[in-house]
Structures are given as structure tokens and as C-alpha cells.
């Protein structure tokens, strides 16, 4: 009996469960002799009941190479198949426990599941013609791949082509993924390297990155829509209608779109400004005098004033004019408290001191809940209590937190 008590057997028995001991014969039988041995190393009361032997069918074999493995895309169904002796069938369950069969197939037969949108088990029994007993079930889990939509693609969604040139260059965060371009949302037509579908438009597609360089754009045919997909797993791709459509407008220049009145907090960076930011672009930064700033300096303008971005096309034939940016720079706040930790007794108040460099300070108690001033009002138990001051200057913010405990003389041991 030993043999055949495998870990999770033992498991369940050590939390006095009642189990099925399978066993399965090498060669025709008409007798099963059981034999108890004690259980060395095992925390168990040493007293086994063997309540029934029943003789039911060996489990069915898979060997089909997708039921072995089935991975499908979100929304489709799977094809399983086993398969098990002459003159007995195969029952599908929903669970491992569950008592009315999904379907009863033939050896060999495929069951249909119904279409999936998440990862699903399925488990199937042999059971012989006419009799009631099953089989041990074989569990079969049918991985489902969630399709991508247009949310998993990260590019602007409008771009100029400088002089009919652009690269087309979207990123993803989903893993083991390839980046597909078709004509319409309906994904009929793929535009791959060679694409001829516009008549003096080239299209090159990197095999390695998955970026598109198209060259021939017109001013006459502009503009022009693509439509980005992604293929994951090689396995499923986005639905018709769920791709992430660049339209690509024809331009004898660059344009750069900007938020032409940029303010922060202490520092800006230039760059922050671009709304249409492209990674297949050059940025050139100028100050008011329209004379060029390093990179280093444009990332870090701690001073208010006006300044400029220009930019330039991947294969130089173009540059956009210079565009004006008007930056603010608000002071950040500092906070000077008069001390962070404060201790006062039970029902007194507190002031609470502090100044900023710049702003006004308003105190709040731990609930978020402003004060009325900088007092803290009767504190009415023992405990420890906070508050912070949060100063604010055109938006820009800074806080500091202050402790005061409370005592209760009452409760305080007498001084020896």
C-alpha cells in the first residue's frame, strides 16, 4: 500500500481525508491483494480503512499536439482532443469535481469548448458504454491570450512628414509582440517593405525594431492614414476597429507644437514644452536673443524668460521655423519650522510655528482637515499627534510635519 501513497495521498490523509488510491495493472487480473506497511517518517496514526475497490477505465491519452498545450487567442474556442479504448467514450467536465458531463464524445472525437476570454481547465474521463464509473480525469488548461488594442501602442497620433519623409515608429510594453501596419482599420491590406498600394510612396519596414520609413509623400494626397497593429505570440493580433490609426500630413517643413507658456516649479526643462515630441527628430534650444543653448541647459532654465525649439528631420532636408516659448518659473517654497516635536498636556492647546521663504502656510491635522490657524485646539486625549504645514506658491507646494505629544499627569508614575 506504501507504494502507491504519493505526497498530496499523504497529505490528505494526515488531515484525515478520505482518498482514491489508483492503480493500474500491467497485465489482465482478476484479484487485488492489498497489503498494509507501516508508514516510516510519516506523522500519521498508523490505522488505514480501505472502504471499497471499484474497477473503473484507465484515463484517456492525449497526444494531440494542441490539446497537450492549447493556447488561444481571447475570445475564440479550442478544439480538444483525447482519446481512450474500443467500446468506451469520453466525458468533458467543467471541474475536477463537477458530476454532469460537458459533452460525451467518441475516442478521438474533438470537443468544442464555447468561446474563452480568460484561462479555462477542462477535464475529461473515459467512462465505458453502459456503466456508470469514470475514469481518473485528465485536466486540460486552455490558456487564452488577451487581445491588444490601440492602448498598447505608443505613438502621436498625428505627424508630419517633412518633405514627404517620415519613419513611423511606435512602442509597446507587451511582451513578445511584432508591430504590423495596414491601410484601414478593417486590416485587409498589411503595408509591408515593397508595399505598392501608393503609387511613388516607398515603404521600408526595420525587421529589428518594427519601424516604418515611408518616402514620396505628397502634398496632392496628404493626408495619409496607417493603421498600427500588434501580433502577439505570433498568435493573435487586434481586432478589426481596435487599431491605433497616425494620420501623416505632408509638410514643406517641420512643425512643432508647443505649450507656449510653460511654468514649474524651481526648474523647467525645455523639452517639456514639445507636445508633438518625435523620437526620429533633433531639437535645437535658443534663448531670447535666438542664440543656441546647450542640451544641458535648455533640461535645467531656473530663470524666467523666453526662448525658442527648433526642429530638424532625421534625414536634415528640413527644419521647422523657430518656436516661441514663454517659461515662468515659480519659487519653491521652504519651510523653517520652529520644532518638529512638541509635548503639552492633556486639554492644552499648541501653536504651531513656522515660516516660508515664499507662499502662504496652511496646517492641516493627520485627518487632511485644515486648521482655522496655527493652533492646534484642546487636545483632548493622550497619544501622539501630527500636523503638517503645506505652503503653496503659484502652485508650487512644500510641507513639513510636526509632532506633539500628548500627556496625561494622571497616568504618569509618581517621581520617587
Known amino acids: 500500500m506504501g507504494s502507491l501513497l504519493n505526497a498530496e495521498v499523504l497529505t490528505l490523509l494526515q488531515a484525515n481525508q478520505i482518498v482514491n488510491v489508483q492503480l493500474q495493472t500491467s497485465a489482465p487480473a482478476n484479484r487485488i491483494t492489498v497489503r498494509y506497511n507501516a508508514l516510516l517518517n510519516v506523522g500519521l496514526n498508523q490505522t488505514l480503512d480501505l472502504f471499497e475497490i471499484s474497477r473503473v477505465p484507465r484515463a484517456p491519452v492525449i497526444t494531440d499536439a494542441f490539446t497537450l498545450n492549447p493556447r488561444i487567442c481571447a475570445g475564440s474556442t479550442a478544439t480538444l482532443t483525447a482519446s481512450t479504448s474500443p467500446g468506451y467514450q469520453l466525458q468533458w467536465f467543467s471541474s475536477a469535481s463537477s458530476t454532469i458531463p460537458l459533452t460525451t464524445v467518441a475516442s478521438g472525437q474533438p470537443f468544442?469548448?464555447?468561446?474563452?476570454?480568460?484561462?479555462?481547465?477542462?477535464?475529461?474521463?473515459?467512462?465505458?458504454?453502459?456503466?456508470?464509473?469514470?475514469?481518473?480525469?485528465?485536466?486540460?488548461?486552455?490558456?487564452?491570450?488577451?487581445?491588444?488594442?490601440?492602448?498598447?501602442?505608443?505613438?502621436?497620433?498625428?505627424?508630419?512628414?517633412?518633405?514627404?519623409?517620415?519613419?513611423?515608429?511606435?512602442?509597446?510594453?507587451?511582451?513578445?509582440?511584432?508591430?504590423?501596419?495596414?491601410?484601414?482599420?478593417?486590416?485587409?491590406?498589411?503595408?509591408?517593405?515593397?508595399?505598392?498600394?501608393?503609387?511613388?510612396?516607398?515603404?521600408?519596414?526595420?525587421?529589428?525594431?518594427?519601424?516604418?520609413?515611408?518616402?514620396?509623400?505628397?502634398?496632392?494626397?496628404?493626408?495619409?492614414?496607417?493603421?498600427?497593429?500588434?501580433?502577439?505570440?505570433?498568435?493573435?493580433?487586434?481586432?478589426?476597429?481596435?487599431?491605433?490609426?497616425?494620420?501623416?500630413?505632408?509638410?514643406?517643413?517641420?512643425?512643432?507644437?508647443?505649450?507656449?507658456?510653460?511654468?514649474?516649479?524651481?526648474?523647467?526643462?525645455?523639452?517639456?514644452?514639445?507636445?508633438?515630441?518625435?523620437?526620429?527628430?533633433?531639437?535645437?534650444?535658443?534663448?531670447?536673443?535666438?542664440?543656441?543653448?546647450?542640451?544641458?541647459?535648455?533640461?535645467?532654465?531656473?530663470?524666467?524668460?523666453n526662448f525658442f525649439i527648433q526642429a530638424f528631420g532625421p534625414n536634415g532636408t528640413c527644419a521647422s521655423i523657430l518656436t516661441p516659448v514663454s517659461v515662468t518659473i515659480n519659487q519653491q517654497p521652504l519651510i523653517t519650522l520652529g520644532s518638529n516635536a512638541l509635548v503639552t498636556n492633556v486639554g492644552n492647546s499648541v501653536s504651531l510655528n513656522a515660516t516660508a521663504s515664499v507662499g502662504n502656510i496652511v496646517w492641516y491635522n493627520s485627518s487632511g482637515v485644515a486648521l482655522s490657524g496655527n493652533s492646534t485646539g484642546p487636545l483632548p486625549s493622550a497619544g501622539v499627534y501630527s500636523f503638517t504645514a503645506v505652503a503653496t506658491n503659484a502652485g508650487c507646494t512644500s510641507s513639513a510635519v510636526v509632532t506633539v505629544t500628548v500627556l496625561d499627569p494622571a497616568q504618569c508614575p509618581p517621581l520617587r
Open 112 to 305: 468544442v469548448t464555447p468561446a474563452l476570454t480568460s484561462n479555462t481547465s477542462y477535464y475529461v474521463a473515459a467512462i465505458k458504454t453502459g456503466c456508470p464509473q469514470l475514469s481518473p480525469r485528465v485536466r486540460v488548461r486552455v490558456d487564452v491570450v488577451p487581445l491588444p488594442t490601440a492602448n498598447d501602442i505608443t505613438i502621436s497620433s498625428t505627424l508630419s512628414a517633412c518633405q514627404g519623409n517620415i519613419t513611423l515608429s511606435p512602442v509597446t510594453t507587451v511582451g513578445n509582440s511584432v508591430i504590423r501596419y495596414y491601410t484601414s482599420q478593417d486590416m485587409t491590406q498589411e503595408i509591408t517593405t515593397g508595399f505598392t498600394g501608393n503609387p511613388g510612396v516607398t515603404y521600408v519596414k526595420n525587421a529589428n525594431t518594427g519601424a516604418l520609413t515611408i518616402s514620396g509623400l505628397t502634398a496632392a494626397n496628404s493626408p495619409y492614414n496607417y493603421y498600427v497593429a500588434l501580433q502577439v505570440e505570433g498568435l493573435c493580433t487586434n481586432a478589426p476597429g481596435t487599431l491605433k490609426q497616425v494620420t501623416v500630413n505632408y509638410s514643406q517643413q517641420l512643425v512643432v507644437n508647443v505649450n507656449s507658456a510653460l511654468q514649474a516649479c524651481g526648474a523647467a526643462s525645455l523639452a517639456d514644452a514639445i507636445l508633438n515630441l518625435d523620437p526620429n527628430n533633433t531639437y535645437q534650444f535658443f534663448n531670447a536673443a535666438s542664440a543656441p543653448i546647450t542640451a544641458a541647459a535648455a533640461a535645467n532654465i531656473t530663470v524666467s524668460g
